[in-house]
């Protein structure tokens, strides 16, 4: 084998290599997802404590009595076999439950301001959650303010 041929050759290897690891990488799709979609799940429904409110972003919402500390959530879901609408719900539902924990054990009432808070870069929307949808992982971080509302 020539010097020649030896070179074309590695270097055909690494353009195969390099071709082949870009569609290796991992997937981390940005999708922003209806809230509602979570609320109608018969799952969210049973789960999901009435009694611990929950208010996004700027919603109006009764006065506050007393604030508790803010708190924040990230959870991850297997998205294996699964869409990443359903992926995302799953992962939203389950960062809820974790905010609705943490109010019960701080003695709070409700959640206000809750936002989308994935990488540490604030997203509020009143109707809408951000999800990060991958080849293996789904992953749904939240962030909200424990607080004891006035009862009125």
């Known amino acids: ?8 050759a590695a270097a055909i290897g690494m353009v195969l290599s390099l071709g082949m690891a870009g569609s290796a990488q991992a997937r981390n799709d940005f999708l922003m997802q209806p809230l509602a979609s979570v609320f109608s799940q018969p799952e969210a ?3 999901l404590d009435p009694s611990i409110q929950l208010f996004f972003a700027d919603q109006l919402h009764p006065d506050i009595d007393t604030r508790r500390g803010g708190y924040y959530v990230s959870h991850k879901v297997s998205s294996v076999f699964k ?22 054990e701080v003695g709070a009432n409700a959640i206000v301001n809750i936002i989308s808070y994935y990488d540490q870069r ?11 949808a991958g080849n293996v992982i789904t992953e749904v971080a939240l962030k909200g303010e424990m607080v004891t509302l006035d009862k009125q």
């Open 1 to 8: 084998m020539t010097l020649k041929t030896t070179l074309t």
């Open 45 to 47: 429904q049973q789960k």
């Open 83 to 104: 869409s990443d609408e359903e992926a995302c719900r799953q992962a939203a539902l389950e960062s809820l439950l974790d905010l609705q924990k943490r109010a019960r």
């Open 122 to 132: 604030a997203n509020p929307n009143n109707d809408r959650y951000e999800c990060h």
